[in-house]
């Protein structure tokens, strides 16, 4: 069987059928993400989703074809909150301020402290159900990335790092510097200082601008 397309929106109700009830669909999304930190994607199961749900199994069949369905809306769910981070002005900021602020942002704890466990168990999902890290790059991983890359050019504009970075790399390296972290682990709290105190000098445009350390 084909997989369902992935969904943008929050689930609709079925043609015909009763209303939605949104407070129990949310019930029922907020235990998948749970399952998925604690269990995995492939360990997790509809009959632990439901009872941590307090309903039946019936009850989520009834709103999600199957486990990958429930889970793409689980993840859309967070995406959604999320968005509003990733549309961020720091042009008000000191050049150096707004490159901190913007890697601050790169961290996937920043606003679910779950989100590195979560990666990883996707990550280990590459091979069995590559969909869900696909998602979760599109989605978690290419707009912080993005924002950085945006933050960089927006700095460039204004005289303040050099006009030959590669901002790609740059923002690709300042996002792993959290999986270094965690890895390690070291609280992430103090990276995105850390990581621009090693960056800044390299990168300022003039002395000047390397001054603000």
């Not at 204004?158 to 996002?175: E, H, N, S, W």
Request: hydrophobic fraction near 40%.
């Amino acid at each position: 069987m084909a997989r369902p397309r992935e969904r943008t929106d929050a689930p609709n109700p079925r043609p015909g059928g009763r209303p939605r009830d949104a407070a129990l669909d949310e019930a029922i999304i907020l235990a998948t993400r749970a399952r998925l930190v604690r269990d995995g994607y492939s360990q997790m199961a509809i009959g632990d989703i439901a009872a941590d749900a307090k309903v039946s199994r019936p009850t989520v069949y009834r709103r999600w074809e199957n486990k990958f369905d429930l889970v793409v809306d689980a993840l859309d769910y967070g995406f959604r909150k999320q968005r509003d981070m990733y549309t961020l002005d720091l042009s008000a900021l000191e050049p150096r301020e707004a490159l901190t602020e913007a890697v601050r942002r790169l961290d996937p704890t920043y606003y679910n402290p779950d989100a590195m466990v979560l990666m990883g168990n996707f990550a280990g999902e590459a091979l069995r159900t590559p969909e869900l890290l696909e998602i979760l790059r599109r989605h978690a991983v290419e707009p912080r990335v993005s924002l950085l890359e945006r933050v960089l050019g927006e700095l460039q504009e204004r005289g303040a790092v050099r006009d030959d970075l590669d901002k790609y790399t740059i923002a690709t390296m300042c996002f792993g510097a959290y999986f270094g972290a965690f890895y390690r682990g070291d609280d992430s709290e103090d990276t995105p200082e850390a990581v621009v105190a090693v960056l800044w000098p390299a990168i300022a445009a003039d002395p000047s601008a390397r001054a603000q350390r």
